[in-house]
């Protein structure tokens, strides 16, 4: 996600890396949606390089990018490996459809930029890593 180099929606600055990953606490990069159940809740895909501000979820920061014009919104949203497909799956409330489009949109972008570094990579693409900060294995790792 850094290849991608995240930008605040607001300011459409390049984000504060470091602030987002030593200043978030336990909870290091914040989760869009962290009421989701299953797989996709600890996908990296349900995961976005946004500051916290308390008592407000990022999600919040994400609906903003709608009012942003047509070419900000599209830089802003390709800064975060957000397609327009997904976007419209969020500003719909269709979380799942969100993370699940992010995520192969996700694989796609790493596909590239590993290629853009001239690795080899398999025409076969697997199914994307989970977060493993979530796993029910605390401390065994």
Known sequence: ????????????????????LYGSGKQMVPYIYPQIEGPLKSSPANRILLNIFPG????DQISSIQDLEAEARKTVLK????SEEAFEAFLRGDK???????????????KKFIEDLGIPTSEEVGEPE???GDSD?????
């Open 79 to 82: 800064s975060h490996g957000i």
């Open 1 to 20: 996600m850094l290849s991608l180099k995240p930008l605040e929606p607001r300011e459409q600055k390049p984000a504060d890396i470091i602030k987002i």
């Open 96 to 110: 799942e459809k969100f993370v699940e489009i992010r995520k192969w949109n996700l694989v796609k972008w790493e």
């Open 130 to 132: 989970i977060d493993v």
């Open 56 to 59: 407000k979820p990022v999600r």
């Open 137 to 141: 294995m605390n401390g065994l790792a």
